[in-house]
């Protein structure tokens, strides 16, 4: 198997997501022509392209191997936090670390190779918590470049000891990772979602503009189902990516137009405003009016739609397939409406403001994380499908099959299959996970609780057969403690071991999800956190064989911040960064017995 293939059955139905992927690009790409062609433009082809951001966790190879949740899973089931997480920042706006920049360096050199064009890369929020993202491509072979992309991660990481995650949400309690699909239309000589100085003015702009707004909002619902995944389902509307609720933010400048055109009123745009810092060294310069909203799902970020919600392991032909073919039936509507039109300029005036007013509702510039706004959408009516089961049946919607057969995308057959796959692969995840969270409390974390209650016992027996005075406050405390813990890990357990055998007692794959969801997941919440609890309480290496989370990521993320090379220490006439000593590697030269980075 090679990148890129493209799988058909022996009937003619796609079983692949890149057929699917080129023919809405055909799609979208015959509709545009005609609404280019209404404003005197001969075009043979409108592309769509994407920049995909790869997000990714690197973690050291020997906590990844000690395990057993990250190896099955690709997610840590259980583990406490650490006292110190990801809130000072200091991993995103610091140094990379030496062992990483290495394997960046490689990866891209690995990647040229391919022709792909890896350009930016950095740290992100998160502890061990890094980007990749490449120059945008024509939709397919952006996509093909991706999957290749996440392929050689995988292949590099082990060489510089390194485990590469690609899992959405590998560690609870930090940010999980995303994959933004940069989305935009182009010809060969200009950029359809380009608003140019005066986007009022820009014509052609605001029909594309509103074309997608109406497309986002009339199949919000089957755009959802593209980042519809277990291990999204944690990420999405955890604060670090948009709530499961689509909407468009669309910036400033571009809501005053909006406004003015729902509204008949004159365009008011925000004022050109130079930025003065107060340095005479430091350059005056323009206030960027596109104001960016890392809490939208779908942003207008310039000249194109950044799309957030999909998550790292995915791959982004679904959601390309879905906003090609959707932008395509509302162009093909526009088309049909304009070219009968005796006055193309008014008709197509009155076209744009019908749109904006119609799907107002889909706008939105605020802060998508608060309840307020969750509020708000569903007195817009807007559709909120928090998890995945609850989003994929808009795959068999019959206005859905509906837009995917009337542009040659997918069939009715197609559509239903895919319904049955995803249902299914979401009902094996889940399943794999409680199955792997039973094994690890019963032989991991369930004996080893015991084992430290027996000690703390017999040191209280040894206490009190050397005296009766002898006080055992703090040992009963603590046995009191984890008998309770241990007692909810064992009532979760058999909890979590009846909804697994209920599950698998059903016959229908398509019809677990729903028990999955609902029986699952509240089952191994008290599970672990009973188990959490008790890793608090349990003397250091009593639970060493369960290699908590606190372990696993956050023991790797800062022993190197208390490391750094002698030979790499900066001379103390160059400037001082605090960041330089907390991303250093090696081993930390000591002064007087105490780590040199410290002062």
């Known amino acids: 198997l090679c990148i890129p293939t493209a799988f058909v059955s022996y009937t003619g139905e796609a079983l692949d997501k890149k057929t699917p992927l080129l023919r809405s690009m055909n799609a979208l790409s015959g509709q545009a022509i005609r609404i280019l062609k209404l404003f005197g433009k001969d075009v043979d082809y ?116 390194l485990v590469c995650l690609q899992h959405e949400k590998p560690f609870e309690g930090v940010n999980g990772s995303g994959k933004h699909n940069n989305w935009s239309m182009s010809t060969t000589h200009e950029n359809l979602l380009d608003p140019g100085d005066t986007p009022m003015e820009n014509l052609q702009f605001l029909v594309f503009l509103a074309a997608v707004i109406k497309a986002v909002d009339e199949y919000a619902d089957l755009l959802r189902t593209s980042v519809a995944t277990p291990g999204n389902d944690h990420r999405l509307g955890a604060n670090e990516a948009p709530p499961a609720i689509i909407s468009i933010f669309v910036g400033e400048e571009l809501e005053a137009v909006i406004d003015a055109i729902a509204s008949d009123s004159p365009y008011a745009g925000p004022v050109k405003m130079k930025m003065d810092l107060g340095v005479d060294v430091l350059p005056k310069f ?10 939208s799902p779908f942003a207008f970020t310039g000249n194109k739609f950044e799309f957030r919600m999909p998550g790292s392991a995915e791959n982004l032909s679904d959601c390309n397939t879905i906003l090609n073919t959707a932008v395509a039936k509302e162009l093909k509507g526009y088309a049909d409406e304009l070219e009968k039109a005796d006055d193309f300029t008014s008709a197509a005036i009155a076209l744009v403001k019908r749109t904006i007013r119609d799907h107002r509702r889909v706008i939105f510039n605020g802060n998508g994380y608060t309840a307020e706004w969750e509020e708000e959408a569903a007195k817009r009516g807007l559709p909120n499908k928090k998890n995945t089961p609850a989003a994929l049946p808009a795959l068999i919607e019959p206005k859905n099959i509906a837009l995917m057969e ?18 299914e692969h979401y009902s094996k995840i889940i399943n794999i996970e409680a199955l792997t969270m039973l094994e690890m409390a019963r032989k991991q974390l369930l004996p080893a609780v015991n084992a430290y209650m027996s000690e703390v016992a017999n040191t209280a027996a040894s206490k009190l057969a050397v005296s009766e005075n002898l006080s055992v406050r703090s040992e ?124």
Request: overall charge negative; glycine content about 4%; proline content about 6%.
């Open 46 to 161: 409108v592309s769509t392209t994407v920049g995909p951001e790869q997000e990714y966790f690197l973690i050291k190879k020997e906590d990844y191997e000690a395990r057993q949740d990250l190896i099955l899973t690709g997610r840590t089931l259980f583990g406490a936090p650490s006292a110190k997480g990801q809130e000072l920042e200091e991993h995103y706006f610091g140094v990379i670390r030496p062992e990483v920049s290495a394997f960046m360096k490689e990866l891209d050199e690995e990647l040229w190779k391919l022709g792909i064009p890896a350009k930016t890369k950095h740290n992100e929020v998160a502890p061990c918590q890094h980007e990749l993202a490449p120059i945008f491509d024509t939709t397919n072979v952006a996509i093909d470049h991706n999957l290749l992309t996440m392929e050689m991660m995988k292949k590099i990481a082990p060489k510089y000891g």
């Open 286 to 295: 323009s206030k960027d009016t596109t104001d960016r909203n890392r809490t």
């Open 406 to 423: 009337d542009f040659g995308v997918l069939t009715k057959v197609e559509m239903e299959s895919r319904y049955e796959v995803e249902m």
């Open 476 to 599: 009963t405390k603590a046995l009191t403690r984890l008998s309770a813990d241990a007692d909810a890990m064992s009532d979760a357990v058999d909890e979590l071991q009846a909804a697994v055998d209920a599950a698998k007692a059903l016959s229908d794959e398509s019809a677990r999800p729903s028990p999955s969801t609902t029986t699952f997941c509240p089952r191994w919440t008290p599970s672990r956190a009973a188990a959490d609890d008790a890793e608090t309480i349990c003397g250091e290496g009593l639970l060493a064989s369960a290699q908590l989370q606190q372990d696993a990521l956050l023991r790797l993320i800062f022993t190197y911040q208390r490391r750094i090379k002698h030979h790499r220490l900066r001379r103390l006439s160059e400037p001082f960064s605090f960041s330089y000593f907390l991303h250093q590697p090696e081993d930390l030269p000591l002064y007087r017995g105490r780590p040199l980075g410290v002062f």
